[in-house]
């Protein structure tokens, strides 16, 4: 299993496992699927920022992560948001950890500070690990979406660096 950045290569696993969270669990906002063009949103959304690709010699890419600005303005320039993605069938393999260590470390080293996590209330999986890791929570935003007919609240979570 290797690390490198996201690039244009990625496109197409890339989308077809964020589409499997899209479709099958609150991890991904997007109630339907996104076609492959998303792909340009998420590398100009990440860019000047840590990406991954996680890739596994004989599976190929098996997860994705990306640091993105928190806020546009200068003065939130030492806060990142974090998004991560892994394979279903990759995940209880300590990849997650690993993933965020890299992206933690990549950031501290571009001078952020502050790292925020937006999590479905109804993602309690992502809620344990980003707790485990050392995230705390510190906003709620109540009631604010609705997917397949479930109202959920968006869960700020922060680790300092």
Not at 18 to 40: G, T
Not at 49 to 58: G, M, N, Q, R
Not at 135 to 152: A, D, N, P, T
Request: hydrophobic letters at 40%.
């Amino acid at each position: 299993m290797h690390f490198d950045p996201l690039t244009i290569t990625d496109r197409i696993p890339v989308i077809d496992l964020f589409n499997y969270y899209i479709e099958n669990s609150f991890a991904a906002y997007p109630e339907q699927k996104v076609s492959y063009d998303f792909f340009d949103l998420l590398l100009k959304a990440g860019e000047g920022y840590p990406t991954l690709s996680v890739k596994e010699p004989a599976a190929g890419v098996i997860g994705f992560g990306m640091l993105r600005p928190y806020h546009p303005f200068p003065v939130f320039s030492r806060t990142a948001e974090i998004s991560y993605f892994i394979a279903p069938e990759w995940t209880g393999r300590g990849i997650g950890e690993k993933m965020l260590s890299y992206l933690l470390e990549k950031g501290k080293d571009q001078g952020l500070s502050s790292i925020l996590a937006s999590i479905s209330s109804l993602n309690p999986g992502s809620l344990r690990f980003h707790q485990k890791n050392g995230f705390k929570e510190c906003g709620r935003l109540q009631k604010v979406g609705e997917k397949q007919g479930q109202v959920f609240d968006v869960v700020y979570m922060q680790r300092f660096l």
